[in-house]
C-alpha cells in the first residue's frame, strides 16, 4: 500500500490551481496552468483542474484494468462534457493542467508525467530518480513576452499546445493523454515515490537541491517544510526575473511510502 504526507499551497495572494488525490493504491498530482486571456472558457482554472482530478480519482478508484492513459483520456473527455455549450473547447489555450499519477500494480509501480509536473522514486539503496516532461522547455526560440511575469507568447502557445512537435498538456482533447510519458518500476525496490507539482521541484531545477533533498527533508521536517523552503529561496533569488514564469507558484507535493 500507499502511506501517503501531502502539502499543497497556493503561491500567496492567490487561488491553487494545484490539485491532488491520494489513496492506499494511487495518488495523483495535478497543477492547472496559468490562465491565458481570451482562452474562450466561462470557468476557473480551479474549477477545471478540480473536475479533472476528481473524474481522473474516480477511474483510479474504479476502473484498476484501465491503463493510465486510459484513464487520463477519460477524465479529460468528462471534463471537456461539464464545460456547457458557452465555452469554446477548439480554443488552443483553453484551460490545461499537467499530470502527475502513480498506482500500484501487482509487483509493479505505474507512473504517468504529463507536462512539468514531477515523479520521483526513492530506491531501496538510498539512490533518486525522477521524471519529468520538459517537452515545453524544449522549443527552441519559443518568443518569451514580459508582461506581469515572462511567459511563452499565447499566440506562439497556441501554435505548439497539443501538437506534435509541440508539448502536452492534459486539456480537453482526450489524445493528449496518450502523449504522457508512462512506465513502471518494481514495488520492491521503491522506498518512496513522490509527486510534485513545478512549484516544488523548482527547489530542484531552481535553487540547488538534489531529489534525495527533497525525500530527506519532507522525512526529517514534514511535507509543509518543502513550501517553507521553496518561498524562502524565491524571497531570496537576487534575480527572479531570470525564470521564466511566476516569481511564487502554487505548491504541491505527495510524499508516499511504499509498504510493501
Ligand atoms: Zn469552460
Redesign the pocket.
Known amino acids: 500500500m500507499l502511506d501517503a504526507v501531502t502539502v499543497s499551497e497556493a503561491a500567496p495572494g492567490g487561488a491553487n490551481d494545484d490539485f491532488y488525490l491520494v489513496s492506499d493504491r494511487w495518488a495523483l498530482v495535478l497543477d492547472g496552468v496559468t490562465r491565458y486571456p481570451d482562452d474562450g472558457?466561462?470557468?476557473t482554472v480551479p474549477w477545471?483542474v478540480q473536475r479533472l482530478g476528481l473524474h481522473l480519482g474516480y477511474g483510479l478508484a474504479t476502473a484498476p484494468h484501465k491503463t493510465l492513459p486510459d484513464l487520463l483520456a477519460d477524465a479529460i473527455g468528462r471534463t471537456a462534457g461539464e464545460?456547457?455549450p458557452?465555452?469554446d473547447l477548439s480554443n488552443p489555450l483553453t484551460?490545461a493542467s499537467t499530470v502527475a499519477i502513480v498506482r500500484l500494480a501487482d509487483d509493479r509501480i505505474e507512473w504517468l508525467v504529463l507536462g512539468d509536473a514531477a515523479v520521483a522514486w526513492l530506491w531501496t539503496d538510498g539512490t533518486v530518480e525522477a521524471v519529468t516532461d520538459d517537452r515545453a522547455d524544449q522549443l527552441g526560440d519559443a518568443p518569451v513576452v514580459v508582461a506581469d511575469v515572462p511567459r511563452y507568447d499565447p499566440v506562439f502557445v497556441a501554435t505548439v499546445r497539443n501538437r506534435p512537435g509541440g508539448f502536452w498538456v492534459a486539456a480537453a482533447d482526450r489524445d493528449a493523454a496518450y502523449e504522457s510519458l508512462t512506465g513502471s518500476v518494481p514495488r520492491t525496490q521503491v522506498s518512496q515515490v513522490g509527486l510534485l507539482s513545478d512549484g516544488v521541484t523548482r527547489l530542484v531545477q531552481r535553487y540547488g537541491w538534489s531529489w534525495r533533498d527533497v525525500f530527506d527533508q519532507a522525512n526529517t521536517h514534514g511535507p509543509r517544510h518543502l513550501i517553507e523552503a521553496v518561498r524562502r529561496a524565491e524571497s531570496t533569488d537576487p534575480d527572479p526575473a531570470r525564470w521564466c514564469g511566476k516569481r511564487h507558484d502554487d505548491a504541491t507535493a505527495v510524499i508516499a511510502r511504499v509498504v510493501v
Open positions: 472558457c466561462q470557468h477545471f464545460h456547457g458557452g465555452c484551460p
